[in-house]
């Protein structure tokens, strides 16, 4: 098998396990219920993947990672900091809708693992809020946020509010729209990190 192939297999059977254990929980999930929502065999998934537990985790790890590098690079095409506050939460909220069963995972299964805070997991979190935090630097640079900020504190603020809006989403069954939030949401933020500074 050539290695694109390989990788595809990989990714498809990641991505029914996402489908898998948003549906049914973690604890009552099964390898065999992925493989089917893959279209392969039970034994093509442990070639892939130890356990259930490495498979959840990866599906953490991979994918998110990956969602964290596009935001990062898609940042870079806004020059002030303010603009990339705004692409941040746009670009998170987009994410949080357009995939519900990830969100699902984030926001209630993983939490409820165990293993949720090993240093692999908590890396990519720090990867994401050291993202919020580096763009809040350059705004108190630019002079535009407040310079009494604890960037790394309001960071985590950051990522943690967007986090509950995306549980109080899915509390109401996802029946609105969180694109038409995103200029409010913005607002008030931005508002927030510029209350202090001196004209």
């Known amino acids: 098998m050539s290695r694109r192939k390989d990788n595809e297999k990989r990714k498809r059977i990641l ?3 996402i489908k898998v254990f948003a549906k049914t929980g973690y604890s009552d999930a099964r390898i065999q219920d992925v493989a089917e929502e ?7 998934v442990y070639i892939y993947f ?3 537990d490495a498979l959840f985790m990866s599906i953490f790890q991979e994918i998110l990672g990956e969602l964290i590098q596009y935001i990062s ?9 303010e603009d ?4 941040i939460i746009s670009m998170q909220l987009d994410i949080i809708e357009e995939n519900p069963d990830l969100t699902k995972l984030i926001l209630i299964e993983f939490p409820r693992s165990g293993n949720f805070l090993n240093d692999s997991n908590t890396n990519v979190l720090s990867r994401y809020i050291d993202l919020i935090s580096d763009v809040l630097k350059q705004g108190i640079d630019e002079g535009i946020f407040s310079i009494e900020m604890r960037t790394e504190v309001t960071a985590t603020m950051i990522y943690a509010g967007i986090q509950g809006i ?3 989403w899915i509390l109401d069954g996802m029946g609105y729209s969180l694109k038409a939030m995103e200029k409010s949401i913005a607002d008030i933020l931005l508002n927030g990190l510029k ?5």
């Open 15 to 17: 991505d029914s396990a």
């Open 38 to 44: 893959a279209g392969v065999s039970h034994g093509t």
């Open 50 to 52: 130890k356990n259930k």
């Open 73 to 81: 690079s898609e940042i870079q095409k806004e020059k002030n900091a």
């Open 84 to 87: 990339k506050i705004r692409r």
């Open 166 to 168: 995306a549980t109080r």
């Open 195 to 199: 209350s202090f500074v001196k004209a």
